[in-house]
């Protein structure tokens, strides 16, 4: 039996100005990692990883779920992705509205034919599942998007491994706040969500950035050919940061060992493995 192992972020921004906004979040992270654990303690990664992203939806103070940032036209519209590492199996979902969990959603539809669902079909497959309809927007999500403010990057994703070695990550975000309608965030794409049977990968910050890097994928094929996942993920960020470009991410390897890099002022992230943990 392995030893579970469990990271999770809360997002890679400038510089999360406010200090009093980050210990807040800092402390709501360590909350959602400790109670997180404990369910990894005798539930599957997947299922752990679902628990812990759902969590993180749910407070408003992060952009995922209910309380995210809203697109140019004053809409809420979710992205969220889930991956078993252990079946290779991702599902998605894009730009979904007025559900609250998207992650939920996306879970749902790793075992459809179709996994990955957008806009009013999203919905609709939510709504047969008997999800409720929800307006996902808080007065604060809505005050900045009146000022047409953008807020640092505080999108979620989580990453596990089992007691039985099975690896998952799940990743959700409200998008990069005041994108053009229609504009399709990485976080429902594997390059920002992916697992394997050796690693699993969730990333944050420019959507368009992390793209054009294929991230995830690039370091869990650097770990798949026999690169240590520390290593992996610094020689993926050195070209990164070559590029100019702005993102995190986090890892965890079959072996229980973690990994996080990030090209930007700040990642909000904390890990856990038996008694030992950390919180940056
Ligand atoms: N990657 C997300 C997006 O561009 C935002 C984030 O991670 O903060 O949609």
């Avoid at 103070?61 to 519209?77: C, I, P, V």
């Avoid at 079909?121 to 604060?140: C, H, Y």
């Amino acid at each position: 039996m392995n030893q579970p192992a469990l990271i999770i972020h809360g997002g890679a921004g400038r510089d999360f100005r406010n200090a009093r906004r980050l210990s807040l979040i800092r402390k709501k992270l360590n909350k959602i990692l400790n109670i997180s654990y404990q369910k990894l303690l005798t539930s599957s990664a997947l299922d752990t990883v679902t628990f812990a992203v759902k969590l993180l939806e749910d407070d408003p103070e992060f952009n995922a779920g209910t309380g995210s940032m809203l697109q140019r036209d004053g809409k809420a519209r979710l992205s969220a992705s889930i991956m078993d590492g252990a079946c290779l199996r991702f599902s998605a979902v894009i730009n979904l509205e007025n559900i609250e969990n998207p992650i939920l959603v996306a879970k749902a539809l790793l075992g459809k034919t179709d996994r990955v669902l957008a806009g009013s079909g999203a919905r609709q497959f939510a709504q047969s599942l008997g999800f409720k309809l929800a307006d996902t927007r808080t007065p604060k999500s809505i005050r900045r998007w009146q000022k047409a403010r953008q807020r640092d990057s505080d999108t979620v994703g989580a990453c596990a491994l089992d007691r039985w070695g099975r690896l998952a990550c799940a990743t959700s975000t409200g998008g990069r706040g005041l994108e053009y309608p229609g504009r399709v965030s990485d976080s429902g794409m594997p390059i920002a969500n992916y697992a394997t049977g050796q690693c699993a990968v969730s990333a944050t910050g420019v959507g368009e950035e992390i793209m054009s890097e294929g991230i995830t994928v690039r370091i869990a094929t650097r770990v798949e050919d026999g690169m240590p996942l520390k290593k992996a993920f610094q020689k993926t960020f050195a070209a990164i940061q070559s590029r100019g470009y702005r993102m995190g991410a986090i890892g965890v390897d079959a072996k229980g060992n973690f990994a996080c890099e990030t090209t930007t002022e700040v990642l909000l992230y904390g890990w856990r493995k038996g008694k030992k943990q950390g919180l940056f």
